[in-house]
């Protein structure tokens, strides 16, 4: 028997190896006592049998073995170069342990085999990495490996992951743990709308903010799949891998993608904060960590395909008004693109509505003070366009295969697609000083295809050397490929092609369960929402962009004074509070109001906050439940005013504290009994803004 023992402040991950076989993962839980026997612990872990059972229980590893009697999915399905199924027996054949880390190595010599399982855990954000490998002396067919397997809750009564489409991104999905499988499968070649690689299983009784839960973001932006399964002994178990049959080639090296995992016992929320610090702190790369996120400006609902030198012009100056800090030129600046059939693949300035080139338009932005970005969808081509015709074999697929929106994808794994596009790419931003690129995938892939995915970093990471100084953002129809796989390459990921403010609201919520507010792009869309036709009030508009990494994406012409003038003010604040909202921790809030959605954004020293509370429909009750806050110091005091009072409705008649004056209470008070707010319509949001008071500041007694 051999154990060992993996912890940070609030966590510790037990590994043993009993007899043969690979190791198990047999405690994942709040932190052991330094002194706790891990023999012993490994020992009780042991359970029962019984009557209709094997005479002894098969060990549910880090890879559960078919070949040892596994009664669940197996960690490891694979044929050899001919297509004959295998299935290997690992033996124990060393570990390295390091600082936080662990390294375990298996072995199977009859068959050539080699299994490698890499842990490490430690230190703020507080999250585990898990990795396997998988290494062959002859060439093998790999059909399923997942990430090392780590057990199921059984305290847990529920799994929730995610769902989405197109405009609707980041649906909650709720399935109750039950004898079977959970699976959700990614078989479109990117992370997804539909399927989100993550999962949250949590604890009985768990809530945003209080009970245990345990969370898994696996870190791979292709096809993933998720298996959660229920053995009929009652034990469960979660495995994360690349889609099944995604290796589509024999080879001697199969690894996983890093698979996060967190356990928290300060209910979603302290999942929430480990990922989002993960991203924010440790994945992105960002070029220049001090620069402020810059207030956005994108011109594609502006103007679409009819791009006219004058008019953008004339928008850029509009948006550096209202504060913009940089301006995005989109879709249509090359080839002949006047709608989306044709010119993809071919990455020249159009001409015809750029005779002088992009220079003229980006001298006027950086005239405005404002920094350029431009857009590239480089994976994708138009039959219609120079590339397809000179090399139509570089299309990924059939030739009988259905477009989307009348594109093809390129094959990516090919070194001369990825030099074409390495240096069409490189010609245009060695050419003009452009910061930004926003990075555009609008099609699904025609097959499940892992290749794919690493040409698409290889390519990435190839222009990021070149331009170090370049931020991309990830885009694949609005929030179709985000992960912490892109998220290590790119900088910024645009959440949803809806600039509909009340169906952010929404999305923003859910997905800052896994994504910080920095690379999260959140834009002030046109006043009649041109993907769902809804039209809604600016202040609106305006505060729910600021929850996140603000900008704007309409006709800033349209705006009538009153409209700029809110506009900018909101612009002004986000500004003004940048430097600590853009390294928050953003936690979900609950609430007895099913119709408000609510969040607290909170310094990382604790000294303030600010709260987020939209009412997404009209509510039950007539009068508003309290909201309770979070993660607050109980002893200290706070004084929270509410900052757009003025925003409160004639039909809020009675003459409650923070319509009119600053609050001053304690944390405790703020977390148990909360706040309450003035009335409000539905699609309207309050801000509530708090400041830790030092002792002795304050003069005013609760109220």
Known sequence: MRAWRLDDARQTLVIAKQGEGVAACIYW???????????????????????????????????????????GQPGLVLRDGRGAPLEPAFAFAGAVEGPGTLALTFADSALGLTLRVRLALGGDPGVLRAQTILEAKAPVRVEWLAAPVLPGPEEGREIIDFAGRWCGEFQPVTTPWAPGIRLREARTG?????????????????????????????GWSGGHRMVAEELPDGRRQIQFGHAAGSERAAGTRFETAPLYAVFSDTGLNGCAVAFQRLIRDRLVPWPDPSRPRPVHYNCWEAVYFDHRLDELKEIATRAAQLGAERFVLDDGWFGRRDDDTSSLGDWRVDARKYPEGLGPLIEHVHGLGMSFGLWFEPEMVNRDSDLARAHPDWILGPAAQLPGRGQYVLDMSRAEVRDHLFEAMAAILSAHPIDYVKWDHNRLLPVADAAQTRGTYALIDRLRAAFPALEIESCASGGGRIDAGILSRTHRVWLSDSNDALERLRIQHEATLFLPAAVTGSHVGPRRCHTSGRVLDIRFRAWVAAQRHMGFEMDPRELTGEEAATLSEVTAWWKANRAWLMTADILRLDHADPAVIAEEQLARDGSRFVVFAGRAAASAQIAPRPLRLTGLDPAARYRVSLRNREDAPALSRAPIVLKHAPLELSGAALMHHGLNLPWSFPETLWVIEGVRLDPGQGVTADA
């Open 29 to 71: 839980g709040p932190r052991l006592p330094d002194g706790e026997a891990l023999d012993t612990l490994t020992e009780a872990h042991g359970r029962d049998i019984t009557g209709g059972m094997l005479d002894a229980e098969p060990v549910l590893t880090l890879c559960p073995e078919a070949a040892r009697g596994f009664p």
């Open 190 to 218: 990117r992370s997804g709308h539909e399927h989100f690689p993550g999962a949250i299983f949590p604890g009985a009784g768990a809530t945003n903010t209080q009970g245990r839960a345990w969370a898994f973001h696996y």
